[in-house]
């Protein structure tokens, strides 16, 4: 499997939704990774994505090849705390697409303002996320067992991570 060699990540505009929706979606219906079952409609994804702090489109060779949304973790005096979902299309997953993404949202998390930024529900199954992760530096909080059920209704534990900015 080759490597995606200068992949891009920027900021999305209204013309992307649909391709973002598509990735959303894709991953969703999958049913081992993000937590939601309804997929995204394009009213809903318009509406989805505006209301995230930031949401990054990547790009290979013309192509959208995956997608990040950035948002608060929680309120008030958690604010500081980010959070964030990737999605890499199926086709283009393993090919280093998903390191550029993360990278770039520990940028830009940084950039708005966040201190820490954690993830809630890695589902431990996801090994390449998992190690990814790892090897980005995130530090491991422990595990949730059988904190996600999967599209099959196997309930699977989850990873808590966390990665200071």
Not at 97 to 120: D, M, P, S, T
Request: aromatic residues 12%; contains cysteine; positive net charge.
């Amino acid at each position: 499997m080759a490597k995606m060699k200068n992949v891009t990540v920027r900021g999305y505009n209204i013309d992307d939704v649909p391709a973002m929706a598509e990735i959303w979606n894709e991953v969703v219906k999958e049913g081992n990774a993000f937590p939601q079952k309804e997929t995204l409609d394009y009213e809903g994804a318009k509406k989805f994505f505006a209301s995230q702090t930031f949401c990054g489109v990547a790009e290979y060779e013309g192509e959208t090849v995956g997608m990040y949304i950035l948002h608060p973790n929680n309120v008030g005096r958690c604010g500081h705390i980010a959070n964030a979902s990737y999605a890499v299309k199926s086709t283009c997953r393993g090919k280093g697409a998903g390191k550029v993404i993360v990278e770039h949202c520990l940028f830009i998390a940084k950039q708005k303002g966040f201190k820490v930024l954690q993830f809630n529900a890695v589902v431990a199954s996801n090994i390449k996320a998992v190690k990814l992760y790892e090897n980005l530096g995130f530090v491991k909080l422990g595990t949730v067992p059988k904190g996600f059920e999967n599209k099959e209704g196997v309930f699977e534990d989850i990873i808590l991570f966390y990665h200071t900015l």
